[in-house]
């Protein structure tokens, strides 16, 4: 068991992150409660409360913007640490739900904000991660938020892959991106989600020329589909479904879990 653990599970939009990020989280809640468990939305579409039964209330971009606007008011301005402040609001933000935290990046309103939450993100993250045995974090699609380095922290990395060329480029250029922006990632996996079986080797084959290993794969399974399609948070799936025993095995391999 590898401790502290920081992974984010990252790939093209639409590869199942928010499912994996999901069903990871109910492996590791089904065998331990001990780890202090940090959960991060850091998609801006926020769709991981959902699958979690979560209310979010607040994500770290609506606090962002109500501070900007009370800090623009100079009776406000006056007289407290803008940096102490707004960290109070950030701590606020997160929802204690039964054997970890969340918290949702969400979005800031308007030009150049977006920036500035991950600024304040990546601040606050680093500041928040030493709180935490495990933190989970379910990114954007794509590979924009590494040469934004909010994936700074990671030490573990998890890339989603459907069997299609773009899941694998999206693959190869998140790897070439860590490569260039300098982050040092420690174990850099992928997961191949909804792969026939007869194509589950070439991911083998592929990774292996890559540099990635295979954590392994999460099988198309209806229960999800009817989840997503119900409203039911996935974290409910019964332990015994496909997709929660698949879960587990990458779970163990990843060394989340023993
Ligand atoms: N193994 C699976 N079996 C059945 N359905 C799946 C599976 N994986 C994902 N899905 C479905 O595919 C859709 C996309 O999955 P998901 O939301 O997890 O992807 P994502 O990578 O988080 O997407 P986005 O880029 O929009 O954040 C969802 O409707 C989900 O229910
Ligand atoms: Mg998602």
Same mark, same amino acid.
């Given at each position: 068991?590898?401790?502290?653990?920081?992974?984010?599970?990252?790939?093209?939009?639409?590869?199942?992150?928010?499912?994996?990020?999901?069903?990871?989280?109910?492996?590791?809640?089904?065998?331990?409660?001990?780890?202090?468990?940090?959960?991060?939305?850091?998609?801006?579409?926020?769709?991981?409360?959902?699958?979690?039964?979560?209310?979010?209330?607040?994500?770290?971009?609506?606090?962002?913007?109500?501070?900007?606007?009370?800090?623009?008011?100079?009776?406000?301005?006056?007289?407290?640490?803008?940096?102490?402040?707004?960290?109070?609001?950030?701590?606020?933000?997160?929802?204690?739900?039964?054997?970890?935290?969340?918290?949702?990046?969400?979005?800031? *309103?308007? =030009?150049?904000? $977006?920036?500035?939450? +991950?600024?304040?993100?990546?601040? %606050?993250?680093? /500041? &928040?991660?030493?709180?935490?045995?495990?933190?989970?974090?379910?990114?954007?699609?794509?590979?924009?938020?590494?040469?934004?380095?909010?994936?700074?922290?990671?030490?573990?990395?998890?890339?989603?892959?459907?069997?299609?060329?773009?899941?694998?480029?999206?693959?190869?250029?998140?790897?070439?991106?860590?490569?260039?922006?300098?982050? *040092?990632? =420690?174990?850099? $996996?992928?997961?191949? +989600?909804?792969?026939?079986?007869? %194509?589950?080797? /070439? &991911?083998?084959?592929?990774?292996?020329?890559?540099?990635?290993?295979?954590?392994?794969?999460?099988?198309?399974?209806?229960?999800?589909?009817?989840?997503?399609?119900?409203?039911?948070?996935?974290?409910?799936?019964?332990?015994?479904?496909?997709?929660?025993?698949?879960?587990?095995?990458?779970?163990?391999?990843?060394?989340?879990?023993?």
């Amino acid at each position: 068991m590898k401790r502290p653990f920081i992974a984010s599970i990252s790939g093209k939009g639409g590869s199942g992150k928010t499912t994996l990020t999901a069903l990871l989280l109910k492996t590791l809640m089904e065998v331990n409660y001990r780890d202090r468990t940090l959960i991060v939305d850091a998609d801006p579409a926020t769709n991981l409360p959902e699958a979690l039964g979560l209310t979010l209330h607040r994500t770290i971009g609506d606090i962002v913007e109500e501070f900007r606007h009370k800090v623009d008011d100079p009776r406000v301005a006056a007289g407290y640490r803008k940096d102490i402040y707004l960290e109070g609001l950030i701590y606020e933000a997160i929802i204690e739900a039964k054997g970890y935290d969340f918290i949702a990046m969400g979005r800031g *309103e308007g =030009e150049g904000c $977006y920036c500035y939450v +991950n600024a304040v993100l990546t601040r %606050v993250l680093s /500041k &928040l991660s030493r709180n935490y045995d495990v933190i989970l974090m379910d990114m954007e699609a794509g590979l924009e938020h590494i040469s934004r380095r909010t994936d700074r922290h990671v030490n573990t990395m998890i890339v989603v892959v459907d069997p299609s060329i773009m899941g694998l480029k999206t693959a190869e250029r998140i790897k070439e991106v860590v490569k260039e922006v300098g982050i *040092e990632v =420690e174990e850099m $996996y992928v997961v191949g +989600n909804r792969f026939p079986k007869n %194509v589950e080797e /070439k &991911l083998y084959n592929w990774a292996s020329s890559i540099g990635y290993e295979v954590a392994g794969f999460l099988p198309e399974d209806p229960l999800i589909q009817e989840y997503s399609v119900f409203g039911k948070p996935l974290i409910q799936m019964p332990s015994d479904s496909s997709a929660v025993k698949a879960a587990r095995a990458i779970a163990k391999k990843i060394k989340l879990i023993d």
